[in-house]
Every structure is written in C-alpha cells, then in structure tokens.
T-cell receptor, first 115, second 115 residues
Framework: DAKTTQPTSMDCAEGRAANLPCNHS???????VYWYRQIHSQGPQYIIH???NNETNEMASLIITEDRKSSTLILPHATLRDTAVYYC????????????????FGKGTLLTVNP | NAGVMQNPRHLVRRRGQEARLRCSPM?????VYWYRQLPEEGLKFMVY????????ESGMPKERFSAEFPKEGPSILRIQQVVRGDSAAYFC?????????????FGPGTRLTVL
C-alpha cells in the first residue's frame, strides 16, 4: 500500500474549519484514500473515503488533488469533540487481490481544537 | 442499527491465565478484522476472518493467539497464557466487503491488562 505523510499535530479554533493535509505521492491509480479518527481511548471512527472525486458527508469533506498525490480532510466547523488523532490511509479496492483488506495506520495528526 | 460490539470493555488477567475477547460485527457484515494497539503505538492488523474461515492471520503471533468466527455467535480472539506484553487495546472491525472500497467500522475495543 502507498505510504502517507501527515503533520504530527495541528491546532484549530473552535467554530473554524480544520484542514488536515495528507501526502500520498506514491498512490496507485486504483487505491482509495480513507480517513479515520481516534478520540482518546476510543475505537477508530470511519470518517470518509474517496477515489478521484471530492467527497462530502455529514462529518467532513475530502478534497483530492487532480494528480491524487495529496488530499485534505476538511471539518467545516470544528468543535471541542473533534479533538482526536486523524489517520489518512491509502488502500486498494477489495477486489484487487492480495491483502487489500488491511488498514495500515501510521502515526496520524493530532488535531487539538481550542476554545 | 447497532454498531460493532465488543466485550468485555476492560479485562484484567494475571500472567499465565487465558483471555477471551468477543466481537459482534455490525448487522449484515460477514467480515471481521482484529487489530491491536500497544501503549503509545499505532493500530496493527492481526487477523481477518469471514464466517467459519480465517482468511489471513499473518499479523497474529503464532503462539498463544487464536481467532475464530463461528457460523453462529460472535468472533472470539483468544490469548492463552497471557504475558505482560499482551497488555494492549484490542479492536475489532467489520465490513460488508462486496467490491470497491472497504470501509471498516470499529468497535470500542477491549483493554487488556496483564498483571
């Protein structure tokens, strides 16, 4: 699976948009970009995923660059409860064979939302 | 629709005892994954199971650890003769895994403490 690079930590003011970058310059054409987060002591929470197009759901938006070498997760109005470690993961589709079901978690970005 | 359920949430064992961790996947999900998170480390894949089958156990220690996902009932991760190094958070995830993207949804985890 392609490797991802994320900043170690970021701060954001409550109510403002949080923009979390991820670099995945070695991503393959069929690999998805997934974002998860882990609030302290809880299980990882799925946020969003995308392949080529930008995606939006009730939690966040995912912006993927045209060359797919990087992406940004946007939390439009961050709250204190969004303080967590955010993981950007790249993984091939389920029907591509191999061990494509493994999610490889790096160190992620610790987002701290400040009041 | 209930999410992934894990029990117990906290488990304390003495060295040499057995630990049994249970995971009930989301309704309709037949794919289960176990991950381990050692203190201050990232999540690491352990094993992937479908109903009655172990698909990949490459991330699981070859001794003392076993996993099953019977036709009826929850998936079980079993650790025999626990040692202090087994102290960790164990997370279970489930997915539909039909084709394309493979969103995995995680449970709250079981925190194992070995005295």
């Amino acid at each position: 699976d392609a490797k991802t690079t994320q900043p170690t930590s970021m701060d954001c003011a409550e109510g403002r948009a949080a923009n979390l970058p991820c670099n995945h310059s070695t991503i393959s054409g069929n690999e998805y970009v997934y974002w998860y987060r882990q609030i302290h002591s809880q299980g990882p929470q799925y946020i969003i995923h995308g392949l080529k197009n930008n995606e939006t759901n009730e939690m966040a938006s995912l912006i993927i660059t045209e060359d797919r070498k990087s992406s940004t997760l946007i939390l439009p109005h961050a709250t204190l409860r969004d303080t967590a470690v955010y993981y950007c993961i790249v993984s091939p589709p389920t029907d591509s064979g191999g061990s494509n079901y493994k999610l490889t978690f790096g160190k992620g970005t610790l987002l701290t939302v400040n009041p | 629709n209930a999410g992934v359920m894990q029990n117990p949430r906290h488990l304390v064992r003495r060295r040499g005892q057995e630990a049994r961790l249970r995971c009930s996947p989301m309704k309709g999900h037949s794919h289960v994954y176990w991950y381990r998170q050692l203190p201050e480390e990232g999540l690491k894949f352990m094993v992937y199971l479908q109903k009655e089958n172990i698909i990949d156990e490459s991330g699981m220690p070859k001794e003392r650890f076993s996993a099953e996902f019977p036709k009826e009932g929850p998936s079980i991760l079993r650790i025999q003769q626990v040692v202090r190094g087994d102290s960790a958070a164990y997370f279970c995830a489930s997915s539909l895994r039909t084709s394309g993207a493979n969103e995995q949804f995680f449970g709250p985890g079981t925190r194992l403490t070995v005295l």
